[in-house]
């Protein structure tokens, strides 16, 4: 089955901080990769697709990129809303879903 | 507006049948969308279950050894898990969620708001 790891695990950074978050897949996935927002208690909400449109709604700031085995969540500039827990998720035929072990950003 | 509400016993005994509902509104479980359930333990990260479409095709992950079973009940606009022989790592908030098929996101856009199950004696 296909892995997913982030990097790094937890993230401490500022209001306005430019954050980037990596997840490495174990195989090739092509651009079937996307990115999630979880804060606590709540469900996770769906930013980026196919690893880098935007899901309508999501503000720009927010960015994609990647393919193959290697993807990066990138926030241009962290605002006080962005502090939640950042997961990967990738899909293949064969296995077909499954999720990082998830990247905390928490305030500095 | 989609919304989808997850429903079932907070509290299931070991070796037995964890049985969840999610309910849908504002949609039709006959529209051609995939319906999922994910799953995540207290404190730890998610873990897909599987997903069903209205035809009754359906995939799943290999790692719950066939103990999952999704189904859909197009009457009632709902569709159901049923994870069999818990044990106590089968503790988790349970999310029910919604892609389009065919839409090419092959991402989750609608989430219920998630149920926490507890396998206790």
């Known amino acids: 089955d296909t892995q997913l790891t982030q990097s790094p695990s937890t993230l401490s950074a500022s209001v306005g901080d430019r954050v980037t978050i990596t997840c490495r897949a174990t195989e090739n996935i092509n651009n079937f990769l996307a990115w999630y927002q979880q804060k606590p208690g709540k469900a996770p909400k769906l930013l980026i697709y196919?690893?880098?449109p935007l899901e309508s709604g999501v503000p720009s700031r927010f960015s994609g990129s990647g393919s193959g085995t290697e993807f990066t969540l990138t926030i241009s500039s962290l605002q006080p809303d962005d502090f939640a827990t950042y997961y990967c998720q990738q899909y293949n035929r064969y296995s077909f879903y499954s999720f990082g072990q998830g990247t905390k950003v928490e305030i500095k | 507006q989609v919304q989808l509400q997850e429903s079932g016993p907070g509290l299931v005994k070991p070796s037995g049948t964890l049985s969840l509902t999610c309910d849908v509104s504002g949609d039709s479980i006959s529209r051609n969308k995939w319906w999922a359930w994910v799953r995540q333990p207290p404190g730890k990260g998610l873990e897909w279950i599987g997903e069903i479409h209205h035809s009754g095709r359906a995939n799943y992950n290999t790692s719950l050894k066939s103990r999952a079973t999704i189904s859909v009940d197009s009457f009632k606009n709902q569709f159901s898990l049923q994870l069999s022989s818990v044990i106590a790592a089968d503790t988790a908030v349970y999310y029910c969620a919604s892609q389009l098929f065919g839409d090419g996101k092959y991402a989750y856009d609608i989430w219920g708001q998630g149920t926490m199950v507890t396998v206790s004696s």
């Open positions: 196919r690893a880098s």
